[in-house]
């Protein structure tokens, strides 16, 4: 085939000593930097982008290949020891990831995130180099109409399957929209909810919901449980291997496989990167481990919670590489950046790219390969050394929690009101937590909404107001259809659990009172 004969010389290219040189730098560089709570792996590549100015186009994209990929395992790397991911892809790996941390597992949730990155990456990019033509007919069927139920579908679902209660799942997602419509309307131009107030124009950026929302409520809610007077609390413990067992091999494979699958088709279509794949997978572990009676997920936390959006994320992040090559679309911040750099040497992806650079894409198509190997062979064994973070005295490491996760909310603009905005959206997280409310739907609201009502008011527009739009083709009805069946089932199952409880709770004899009288 073409493609392998075009891969084997780009190997060849890649293999040299300087560009595996270069893939070791970038690794090492953008995993510093996605640890960097704030940051992530979208400002790794921003920020490292002046370091290529003096290498050739090929060693500069070899690098920036391997600086995307390790600020993906630097994001997640944060999440699982200090709940702060670098970067909104790395949110739903947080959730069973930092439970993991607390019980002790910290080295193992680090292992698995790395092989799940691993094994999402390789079959995403074994995806690309042979099956990249059938990547641009997806992204091709997708208009407004099919983006906007994708995107209700991802807002209802991750409400109904993740939450426990339906009613704080809409209750989250709610203040997740209530967020995402703060600024300037993009279509209208008017103000919303910015009070006046030039700081509120453009938002509330994502970082800074996320910080917030994560890391210092997360302190917060620490904070409150701590006992006055009694001493210094120990630190968490952090023991054992980064390296899977049989055992965790048998939980973590299927997770793994079936987060890769989620993540593929997303990488090819712009619907705000790898949240969605990546929350899908993890409201589907979730469902899976009910039905198996695991209780470790969302208490001690799960091997499968980590695999299976870690995988989804990094899968979504290959395919996304293969649709900014072949189509010129960035369907992330981090693939943005990318084009900011083809663009630095004069060169615009696109479908051409192929044929009038292909002495430079088959090198970077390689490269992928190479640096998720390398990443798996420098982060693998330093999981144990990261863990060892955990070992800091509760009270030094949640104050350091907090001076770092301000200092990224900082880093975005500069400003000391985002630090105020933190520090409000921080305490709405503590109360989120003190009265059970999913913290899932608020994030992944926040980061769809806009796109959602964006799609949906282009969809109205091309039909002069026609809601009948939302359904005139196959896809958004099979995404409604499949939506309305899950919702359905959904509720049938928490109404058949509240009635359980109802009937265990009415057989329950009540307890006769002891009579004390002489």
């Not at 084997?8 to 890649?14: L, T």
């Not at 696109?350 to 044929?355: D, I, S, V, Y």
């Amino acid at each position: 085939m073409d493609q392998l004969a075009s891969l084997a010389e780009g190997f060849a290219v890649a293999f040299t000593p300087a560009n595996l040189l270069f893939l070791v730098i970038g690794a090492v560089l953008g995993t510093a930097v996605g640890v960097l709570p704030g940051l992530g792996s979208a400002m790794a590549v921003a920020l490292l982008l002046p370091v290529t100015f003096s290498l050739d186009p090929t060693g500069a994209f070899i690098m920036f290949a391997s600086i995307y990929f390790g600020g993906l395992f630097g994001d997640s790397t944060s999440g699982i020891l200090l709940n702060t991911p670098g970067n909104s892809s790395a949110i739903a790996t947080t959730f069973e990831g930092h439970r993991m941390a607390k019980s002790g597992r910290a080295a193992k949730a680090l292992g698995t995130s790395a092989i799940g990155a691993f094994i999402g990456g390789m079959i995403a990019c074994t995806v690309v180099v042979f099956f990249s033509p059938y990547i641009v007919e997806l992204a091709k069927v997708f208009g407004p109409a099919e983006y906007f139920a994708l995107a209700a579908f991802a807002f209802v679902a991750i409400s109904a399957v993740v939450a426990d209660s339906i009613i704080r799942g809409l209750v989250a997602l709610g203040i997740g929209f209530a967020l995402a419509l703060v600024g300037i309307d993009g279509m209208s131009g008017a103000e919303r909810f910015t009070f006046d107030s030039p700081v509120l124009f453009d938002g509330v950026s994502i970082i800074i919901i996320t910080v917030g929302l994560l890391a210092i409520g997360e302190v917060l809610h620490v904070a409150s449980h701590i006992r006055r007077g009694g001493g210094v609390e120990a630190p968490l413990r952090s023991s054992g291997s980064p390296f899977l067992g049989a055992k965790d091999w048998r939980k973590a494979l299927p997770a793994f496989l079936r987060g890769t699958a989620f993540g593929i088709p997303f990488g090819a279509i712009p619907v705000g990167g790898s949240e969605v794949p990546t929350f899908l997978a993890y409201g589907t572990e979730k469902k899976l481990a009910k039905r198996r009676g695991d209780r470790d997920f969302g208490s001690r936390g799960a091997i499968q919670g980590v695999a299976a959006p870690e995988s989804a994320g990094n899968a979504t992040a290959g395919t996304a590489m293969g649709a900014l090559l072949a189509l010129g679309i960035p369907t992330s911040a981090t693939a943005a950046m990318m084009i900011a750099a083809f663009q630095q040497y004069g060169m615009q992806p696109g479908p051409l790219l192929f044929e009038r650079s292909g002495d430079l894409v088959w090198p970077l198509m390689a490269s992928f390969f190479l640096g998720l190997v390398i990443l798996l062979i420098i982060n693998l064994p330093f999981a144990a050394l990261w863990a060892k973070l955990l070992l800091i005295p509760k009270h030094y490491l949640y104050a350091g929690i907090t001076v770092v996760a301000m200092l990224g909310v900082y880093a975005v603009a500069s400003r000391y009101v985002d630090l105020w905005i933190a520090l409000i959206i921080g305490i709405v997280g503590f109360a989120m937590r003190h009265f059970a409310i999913p913290l899932a739907p608020v994030l992944i609201a926040a980061i769809l909404g806009p796109v959602a009502e964006t799609q949906l008011r282009r969809a109205l527009a091309v039909s002069e107001g026609d809601p009948a739009i939302l359904v005139s083709t196959p896809l958004p009805v099979v995404l409604y259809s499949v939506l309305a069946v899950a919702v359905a089932f959904s509720v049938f199952q928490h109404l058949r659990r509240a009635s359980a409880r109802r009937r265990a709770a009415a057989a329950t004899p009540e307890p006769v009172p002891h009579d004390t009288a002489v």
